[in-house]
């Protein structure tokens, strides 16, 4: 199993604990897999992400055993004709990050790791603080100062030691890669480290078995360093390589317009992202002036013949209390993409017959 830089080719084993090339360029993920027939594992009595276990970089007698809290398998909703919400907030920690921190954490375990260093607008940093804890590695969790104080109680909570970084999100992953290079600690980045989206991505191949074996026509994806978007679309690939899927459902990446560099450089045709200000969103967990991974997000929407989508601030508080009113409690980030749905469909409403799924990512008590 190698990471291999995305812009060199050059090859480094995981043992090398790199989280980025020599030349500066980012990292992808080499190994050999085996995607599961879906149809297979739907019935599986395993319900946790694991039963994906051969399309994941790990063995089934293996340490991860020990770490999993079940994480997966988590409900989808139907809340208006054609569109499901899968409700991600039923995770352990109460977000879909967990679905790639078990994973990085277990790696961590398995490369013989005693301390990680993670940065995080908050929900990133509680998952890996709680498979850290789990795991008996020590954490060190970089937030930005801003962060919501229910976040940082429950990171607390799990034992990390807690770094309040006064700034921008930037300015926490500055300091938390300055501390990964000081004292060579294993980097859990769930941006830099491409064996989170290999969690990530089975959202996806849930959705599939939970639609029984139809791939929705549109993902609403949220954006903010990409995470879920980057493992939906290793899915979509590994689904069309294995045939399961003959096509490629559409990526509609939503962003607060408030801080919607990918939006921007999306609309404007560009192949790269350019670091824009941040005018201050609600949606703190996706608020990414400069994501690392810019291009190949861009990428990522342009290959699934997707869109983007930029909601406003009203938009998205009015999104929430919608949600709310059904039923439904999620932290305001994730409003964003229910108000992104009903914002699209005003001005594409062929969309509405459409099958769209829908990430409700974060639970309600986690927002202030
Ligand atoms: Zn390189």
């Given at each position: 199993?190698?990471?291999t830089?995305?812009?060199?080719?050059?090859?480094?084993?995981?043992?090398?604990?790199?989280?980025?090339?020599?030349?500066?360029?980012?990292?992808?993920?080499?190994?050999?897999?085996?995607?599961?027939?879906?149809?297979?594992?739907?019935?599986?009595?395993?319900?946790?992400?694991?039963?994906?276990?051969?399309?994941?970089?790990?063995?089934?007698?293996?340490?991860?055993?020990?770490?999993?809290?079940?994480?997966?398998?988590?409900?989808?909703?139907?809340?208006?004709?054609?569109?499901?919400?899968?409700?991600?907030?039923?995770?352990?920690?109460?977000?879909?990050?967990?679905?790639?921190?078990?994973?990085?954490?277990?790696?961590?375990k398995?490369?013989g790791?005693?301390?990680?260093?993670?940065?995080?607008?908050?929900?990133?940093?509680?998952a890996?603080?709680?498979?850290?804890?789990?795991?008996?590695?020590?954490?060190?969790?970089?937030?930005?100062?801003?962060?919501?104080?229910?976040?940082?109680?429950?990171?607390?909570?799990?034992?990390?030691?807690?770094?309040k970084?006064?700034g921008?999100?930037?300015?926490?992953?500055?300091?938390?890669?300055?501390?990964?290079?000081?004292?060579?600690a294993?980097y859990?980045?769930?941006?830099?480290?491409?064996?989170?989206?290999?969690?990530?991505k089975?959202?996806?191949?849930?959705?599939?078995?939970?639609?029984d074996?139809?791939?929705?026509?549109?993902?609403?994806?949220?954006?903010?360093?990409g995470?879920?978007?980057?493992?939906?679309?290793?899915?979509f690939?590994?689904l069309?390589?294995?045939?399961?899927?003959?096509?490629?459902?559409?990526?509609?990446?939503?962003?607060?317009e408030?801080?919607?560099?990918?939006?921007?450089?999306?609309?404007?045709?560009?192949?790269?992202?350019?670091?824009?200000?941040?005018?201050?969103?609600?949606?703190e967990?996706?608020?990414?002036?400069?994501?690392?991974?810019?291009?190949?997000?861009?990428?990522?929407?342009?290959?699934?013949?997707?869109?983007?989508?930029?909601?406003?601030?009203?938009r998205?508080?009015?999104?929430?209390?919608?949600?709310?009113?059904?039923?439904?409690?999620?932290?305001?980030?994730?409003?964003?993409?229910?108000?992104?749905y009903?914002?699209?469909?005003?001005k594409?409403?062929e969309?509405?017959?459409?099958?769209?799924?829908?990430?409700?990512?974060?639970?309600?008590?986690?927002s202030?």
């Amino acid at each position: 199993m190698n990471f291999t830089c995305m812009s060199c080719k050059s090859r480094y084993p995981l043992e090398s604990n790199k989280w980025k090339c020599e030349c500066g360029g980012l990292l992808g993920l080499e190994y050999e897999k085996d995607v599961p027939d879906l149809s297979k594992t739907s019935l599986l009595r395993d319900h946790s992400i694991w039963k994906y276990i051969d399309a994941l970089p790990f063995v089934k007698d293996d340490i991860w055993q020990e770490i999993t809290l079940g994480e997966g398998d988590t409900p989808l909703i139907k809340i208006a004709e054609n569109v499901y919400a899968k409700a991600e907030y039923y995770m352990p920690t109460l977000s879909f990050k967990d679905r790639g921190a078990v994973l990085l954490i277990a790696m961590a375990k398995k490369l013989g790791m005693d301390r990680v260093v993670a940065d995080s607008s908050g929900n990133a940093g509680t998952a890996i603080a709680a498979y850290g804890a789990r795991a008996g590695i020590q954490c060190d969790i970089f937030v930005p100062a801003s962060t919501s104080s229910k976040k940082i109680k429950q990171i607390e909570a799990h034992g990390a030691v807690i770094h309040k970084i006064p700034g921008t999100r930037e300015d926490t992953a500055k300091a938390a890669i300055a501390m990964v290079e000081k004292t060579n600690a294993f980097y859990a980045s769930h941006i830099y480290n491409p064996v989170f989206w290999e969690g990530t991505k089975t959202y996806v191949y849930e959705v599939f078995e939970q639609m029984d074996g139809k791939m929705p026509d549109a993902f609403i994806i949220p954006v903010g360093n990409g995470t879920l978007l980057m493992g939906a679309y290793l899915a979509f690939k590994e689904l069309m390589a294995s045939g399961q899927i003959a096509e490629m459902p559409k990526i509609l990446a939503v962003q607060a317009e408030a801080c919607a560099p990918i939006v921007q450089a999306f609309v404007q045709g560009r192949n790269t992202v350019e670091p824009m200000e941040n005018d201050g969103t609600v949606a703190e967990g996706i608020a990414i002036a400069a994501p690392a991974r810019g291009t190949e997000i861009l990428q990522a929407i342009r290959a699934s013949d997707g869109d983007v989508i930029g909601v406003t601030e009203d938009r998205i508080i009015e999104a929430r209390k919608e949600l709310a009113l059904k039923g439904m409690y999620v932290e305001i980030t994730s409003a964003v993409n229910y108000a992104g749905y009903v914002q699209y469909v005003e001005k594409y409403p062929e969309l509405k017959e459409q099958q769209v799924v829908l990430p409700l990512c974060g639970a309600g008590i986690k927002s202030d």
